[in-house]
């Protein structure tokens, strides 16, 4: 059974949907003392993070129990749609962590974005649903932390940054899409303040009304635009471009993935700006 979702992919900036920001690439460990560790957010531009607080949970602790809250009050998601929390030695940083290294541990742990006051999340606070807005359950090469994965992503995979001492983030890509889907984090080389690649997740009513993808069979999607489709790339979850189409000043074609492996591709257009998610 296909299923096809449509998202607006922002060239140059970032436009969300309702839930409108998001834990959007985490990097917890690297090569000796952990000096350029940060969370990064993703959102509308000028949206108030007044209401949000960041926390930190150690699944080390027999209860889970939280480490680290950032208060994100009087901050605001900037004009590139990203928002940095780090050490002062990130590229693009918007707010530093309150220690210069080491804030972050490795795993198996967890970072949660809430809407919530600070003062409700103290050191040593059970992690909790309510007022969740995103989490992110990681580790580096860790065994999963079956409490956390229960209480935040059920059924799921825990998100995996690397061996300890690494060189990766974990980051969504494309930017966005659902919150509490650690399916959508690839670990890959940090971007902090900056797209993943692949595209940039979110969802416009004007799109959906004139950008569409139809199921024809098995591995073929009959793309319809308002204008000439222009050119037509296929890239993977990862930001792989794997097809590209000839340039036409046609409004509708048939794009062929019947030669594709099953999974997430991104169908993109130089004349739109969009990308049509798929799954194979």
Not at 37 to 54: A, H, K, M, Q, R
Request: proline share 4%.
């Amino acid at each position: 059974m296909k299923k096809i979702l449509f998202f607006l992919a922002c060239i140059g900036g970032v436009q969300m949907s309702a839930q409108s920001i998001l834990i959007n690439e985490l990097d917890a460990d690297q090569v000796g003392s952990d000096t350029l560790e940060f969370v990064e957010l993703v959102g509308t531009p000028n949206t108030s993070l007044d209401g949000y607080i960041l926390v930190f949970f150690n699944g080390g602790d027999a209860n889970n129990a939280s480490y680290r809250t950032v208060d994100l009050a009087g901050q605001t998601i900037p004009a590139s749609g990203f928002f940095v929390v780090g050490s002062s030695y990130v590229p693009n940083v918007n707010m530093n962590f309150s220690v210069a290294n080491n804030a972050i541990q490795n795993g198996a742990d967890a970072v949660a974005l809430y809407q919530a006051a600070a003062a409700d999340y103290p050191d040593g606070t059970a992690p909790s649903t309510t007022g969740l807005v995103d989490a992110l359950v990681y580790g580096t090469a860790d065994a999963d932390d079956a409490e956390l994965m229960a209480l935040f992503a059920p059924g799921q995979t825990q998100a995996d940054e690397g061996a300890a001492n690494n060189t990766e983030s974990l980051s969504r890509v494309p930017d966005g899409g659902a919150a509490n889907t650690l399916s959508l984090f690839v670990a890959q080389a940090p971007t902090p303040g900056a797209t993943n690649g692949g595209g940039t997740v979110g969802i416009s009513t004007i799109e959906l009304s004139t950008w569409k993808s139809t199921v024809m069979h098995d591995g073929k999607w009959w793309i319809t635009a308002p204008s000439e489709l222009g050119t037509i790339q296929v890239w993977t979850i990862n930001g792989s471009l794997v097809k590209q189409f000839a340039s036409t000043s046609a409004t509708t074609m048939v794009v062929d993935l019947m030669d594709m492996p099953a999974g997430v591709y991104l169908i993109s257009s130089n004349k739109m700006n969009s990308t049509l998610k798929v799954v194979k």
